[in-house]
Structures are given as structure tokens and as C-alpha cells.
């Protein structure tokens, strides 16, 4: 059974592109969670996600970042403009429930570098 | 906004000696999660507590969840240089909109020395 997948592994974008980051949950697994690992601090919830449902994004800046996850296909982050300030390694978690435990499981990150 | 307060932020030691890696807070979580990540690598789920009291026991490695649910500790018997890595807790939540979201610790960084 294939963990959660995350593509690419390394990212680098000149400020003013975008960064586009993919994530295929585990089989069976319809909850899909972001977070952002920043250099020196721990990680942080971004948004979450069910198919075709944004559920929570309390954690994502109101600008430049969005999140899909369609009926087919991986879940997407979107971040337009990429600055600086959005180097860091961004993971994504998957779960399949949402009542009782919430175990999550991680896949590898994307390390997003901004030249 | 809920904190997990994780110490110490930093642990070395010998192998063989045990260890204990805290996480406190001061909001009652539903559920709490141990992780380890590696460098470059992804957090792996070690454990997860559910129930105020419990105890689990992995290996060498024993979690307890705190009776109130709020604070957790991990034990490490015996440590070995393949234990070095950080550790994680992140509670989690039920009900609304945040159920399922996990607020992190920010970390131990343990290292072994044979």
C-alpha cells in the first residue's frame, strides 16, 4: 500500500512565479491536510481539505495561496508571486475519517526554494 | 488559539541512558500524535493517545496521555544511536470545522552518541 505521494521533491521558482505542489493521498484516504515546515519553527496547519471541499484554511494566507483537491486526480497547492518568505518544506497528510482518532500520515514534503 | 509546549528543545546523550520528552498544554486535546521526522523526510506516526490516562508501549519507547488530556510524554529505555532524530507531538481536535487539524510542538532534536 503506497504511502502519501508528493510531487516534486524540490522545487526552485524565481520570485514572481508560481509553485505548483501536488499530493495523492493514500488509497482510500479522502481527508487531505497541508502544513508548512519554516526554517527554525515547527510545523504549521494550513488548510484542509475533502474532495471538491475546502473545509478549514484558517491556516493559508489570504493571498497568493489556494488549495484544490478535484473528484480526480492529486490535490493541488497553488502559490502565486512565490517570495522569499515562502522558502520552506510543505507537507501533506492524509486521513481516513474524520470522527474518533484523527491519525494522519505524512509524505515526503516539497522543499520550496525562492531565488 | 491552542499551544503545545514541547521540551526540552534540545536533548544529547549516550547510548543506553533514558530519556523523557514532555508536551504540555493548557487546552484539552481529543487526541494527541507522536511523531519522528528525519532530515528530508516526512513526520512518521509513531504512536497516537486517545483516552485521558492511557499508556502505550512501543518497543522502548512508552507514551502516556495525561489524564486531563492535555499533556503527553514520551519515555525512551535504553537509548540507541538509531533513536536520534525529532520528535513531535501535535494534538488534535473533534467537533467544527478544526476537527482534525493538528497543532504541533515545536520539537525535541534527540541525538544519540554511541
Known amino acids: 500500500n503506497a504511502g502519501v505521494m508528493q510531487n516534486p521533491r524540490h522545487l526552485v521558482r524565481r520570485r514572481g512565479q508560481e509553485a505548483r505542489l501536488r499530493c495523492s493521498p493514500m488509497?482510500?484516504?479522502?481527508?487531505v491536510y497541508w502544513y508548512r515546515q519554516l526554517p527554525e519553527e515547527g510545523l504549521k496547519f494550513m488548510v484542509y481539505?475533502?474532495?471538491?471541499?475546502?473545509?478549514?484554511e484558517s491556516g493559508m494566507p489570504k493571498e497568493r495561496f489556494s488549495a484544490e483537491f478535484p473528484k480526480e486526480g492529486p490535490s493541488i497547492l497553488r502559490i502565486q508571486q512565490v517570495v522569499r518568505g515562502d522558502s520552506a518544506a510543505y507537507f501533506c497528510?492524509?486521513?481516513?475519517?474524520?470522527?474518533?482518532?484523527?491519525?494522519?500520515?505524512f509524505g515526503p514534503g516539497t522543499r520550496l526554494t525562492v531565488t | 488559539t491552542q499551544l503545545l509546549e514541547q521540551s526540552p528543545q534540545f536533548l544529547s546523550i549516550q547510548e543506553g541512558e533514558n530519556l523523557t520528552v514532555y508536551c504540555n498544554s493548557s487546552s484539552v486535546f481529543s487526541s494527541l500524535q507522536w511523531y519522528r521526522q528525519e532530515p528530508g523526510e516526512g513526520p512518521v506516526l509513531l504512536v497516537t493517545?486517545?483516552?485521558?490516562?492511557e499508556v502505550k508501549k512501543l518497543k522502548r519507547l512508552t507514551f502516556q496521555f495525561g489524564d486531563a488530556r492535555k499533556d503527553s510524554s514520551l519515555h525512551i529505555t535504553a537509548a540507541q544511536p538509531g533513536d536520534t532524530g525529532l520528535y513531535l507531538c501535535a494534538g488534535a481536535n473533534a467537533g467544527g470545522t478544526s476537527y482534525g487539524k493538528l497543532t504541533f510542538g515545536q520539537g525535541t532534536i534527540l541525538t544519540v552518541h554511541p
Open positions: 481539505l475533502q474532495k471538491e471541499n475546502i473545509i478549514d
Open positions: 493517545v486517545v483516552t485521558g490516562g
Open positions: 488509497k482510500g484516504h479522502s481527508h
Open positions: 497528510a492524509s486521513s481516513p475519517r474524520t470522527s474518533g482518532f484523527y491519525e494522519q500520515y
